[in-house]
């Protein structure tokens, strides 16, 4: 069985211009990470020029599909019928992309069944992160 899920979803990035442009992004969840699910935006969506990947609260990707949500660098809220945004807050600036809710819960759907809610302390490797980091103070 495998334990990440990968799914590509269209992304509109909001920008200050009126006009939005579809970007690619892709969701992932690791159920060796539980708790934390990611976004990744590849090189030529990103203004570095480089692969960006935003990894936050899978709990807060829940929420924010129903009612806003986040309080720090990420944050997610339902738009519309069927569009969330979710916000990234840097020291750059904030940008802002809308995704469909359908996608959205299929992602987090097939986490589930990987890892359901509630149950994520059962696929944390305290042993290895702990060796991980002892091996990097060194």
Known sequence: MSTVIEQAVRARLVASAPRMESVPATLRYDRRDPFAVQMAFP?????EGVEVAWAFSRELLTAGMDEPAGVGDVR??????DRTVVEFHAPEGVAMVHVRTSEVRRFLQRAQHLVPAGCEHRFLDLDRDLAELLRDAR
């Open 43 to 47: 090189a030529q969506a990103a203004l």
């Open 76 to 81: 997610v809220r339902p738009f519309g019928y």
